[in-house]
């Protein structure tokens, strides 16, 4: 019996560390951007960008094929391949020795982490008892959003021997979660097929390369000039044809059915909108800290701690308090509070602000509106989803946070690349604002508003359309 708890528990922790990495290396190369700087020195910054983007939108786009692969297929293999893909593609991102060459390991490592998110939920939800469903899932999402939250101050320890470290840390804790997972993780998968959309998949991710990649290069190629336009052409034609197949397939990667759940479609724009303003707040402050007040990397990564560090300690009160009072409250707090902290560094930034008075009570307001909205975003998306929608529909929650953390990096890009001072940095800060209030204003509007103890399963399948049950 304590074998079979052992067992259980490195099993649960095998899992947890996918998880770990995963939400880590979505983050952890922003700190590593004015290294990137230094190593590929005819590279502009829009150029750097995509070590970042490269990574979101293979993830984002993969995310919902691979947990129905991985329901047919089996979650623990799949979960396995998206380990040893992430651990080896982070050997290539090591050893790359271009610019190119790392963008190309970084769309690999977006590949494993795509298989890896999906498939941990479900594995973890089987390794509890039902009655610990909400543990499990609470451990997921907790230990997804450590990863990012501390990958700044990881990543500026790492770089501070050289920025290929920011890397090198995944390949032995992948080596040695791999060697216990193929030992401890039991498999589990569904007994019924269905169709994947592996093209819709590809235009996915197509589509939102050609898109960000318009917002990057508009300020150096021209808005109105051919080559953005026809990105943006590229791009209108992607989205209909994702629309388009949305209705056609008998499994899209975008389901139809589950956006006309209002909670779970507002949810997702919350998401994405929110996500687009962390997109921005994690890389212009570390840009705006080594770039316009020329901090060093390590100094910029403790400056910008005190943030997640309030966002981890009150993620168990946001809870809390969602669950109490209900998203549209919560939300709408959190959307105000992080438009507050937006506003706060537009307003107080610039060449000669300091730290203390500048700098910081930004940071800590905006820690505190990442542990109200993420809790309100996160229950609005999942709570109305039918149980066996839940792996879809977190996936798609998910594929909006990657989404929007891309389009945040790019506009970020965008607005700092051809004159990185303090006044293209308030243009940067007042989005960021604009993303909290919209994303306050999304969870708000949403209606039929019950905590997960409320919502009944009759309720959510009046809720769902026919075909989803």
Avoid at 80 to 95: D, E, K, N, P, R
Avoid at 200 to 229: C, E, N, S
Wanted: proline residues 5%; aromatic residues 8%.
């Amino acid at each position: 019996m304590s074998r079979s708890l052992s067992q259980r528990g490195i099993a649960v922790a095998v899992v947890l560390v996918g998880v770990f990495l995963a939400g880590l290396d979505a983050v952890i190369v922003n700190i590593a951007i004015p290294d990137f700087e230094r190593s590929f020195p005819s590279s502009s910054l829009t150029s750097l960008s995509w070590v970042l983007n490269a990574y979101a939108i293979t993830l984002a786009a993969f995310l919902i094929p691979s947990g129905r692969w991985a329901d047919q297929a089996g979650r623990k293999r799949v979960f396995m391949i998206g380990l040893v893909l992430f651990t080896v593609a982070s050997l290539a991102c090591a050893a790359a020795p271009t610019l190119g060459a790392l963008i190309a390991a970084r769309v690999l490592e977006g590949a494993g982490g795509a298989l890896m998110m999906p498939t941990s939920l479900g594995l973890l939800l089987a390794l509890f008892p039902p009655e610990k469903r909400r543990t499990a899932i609470a451990l997921w999402t907790s230990m997804s959003g450590v990863g990012a939250v501390f990958a700044p101050l990881i990543g500026a320890v790492c770089v501070q021997f050289d920025w290929r470290w920011v890397f090198i840390i995944n390949i032995p804790i992948g080596a040695v979660a791999t060697y216990l997972g193929w030992k401890t993780v039991p498999e589990v998968r569904e007994d019924r097929r269905s169709a994947q959309d592996v093209l819709g998949a590809l235009v996915l991710a197509a589509t939102i390369a050609v898109v960000v990649a318009a917002i990057v290069q508009g300020p150096t190629w021209g808005w109105g000039g051919l080559r953005v336009l026809s990105l943006i052409a590229l791009g209108i034609l992607g989205i209909a044809f994702i629309v388009r197949r949305a209705f056609r397939h008998p499994a899209p990667v975008i389901e139809p059915a589950l956006l006309r759940i209002r909670s779970v479609a507002l949810g997702n724009l919350a998401t994405l909108l929110f996500n687009v303003g962390f997109g921005v707040t994690m890389t212009g402050t570390t840009l705006f800290l080594t770039e316009v007040w020329g901090h060093s990397v390590v100094r910029a990564a403790l400056e910008f701690l005190p943030g997640p560090v309030m966002a981890t300690a009150l993620a168990a009160s946001g809870t809390m308090l969602t669950a109490r009072f209900g998203v549209r409250v919560t939300g709408l707090i959190g959307g105000v509070v992080f438009a507050a902290s937006g506003l706060w560094w537009a307003v107080m930034l610039d060449d000669s602000s300091d730290y203390v008075t500048g700098f910081l009570p930004g940071m800590a307001i905006g820690g505190l509106a990442v542990g109200l909205v993420m809790p309100a975003w996160s229950m609005a998306t999942t709570t109305a989803l039918p149980t066996e929608r839940f792996a879809t529909g977190t996936a798609m929650a998910w594929m909006c946070r990657q989404v929007g953390i891309a389009i945040g990096v790019a506009v970020t890009a965008a607005f700092v690349a051809v004159r990185p001072d303090a006044a293209s940095f308030r243009s940067v800060f007042l989005l960021m604002a604009v993303c909290g209030l919209a994303t306050g204003l999304a969870l708000f509007a949403i209606k039929a508003d019950r905590p997960p103890a409320v919502a009944g399963a009759d309720a959510r399948r009046e809720e769902v359309p026919a075909r989803l049950t």
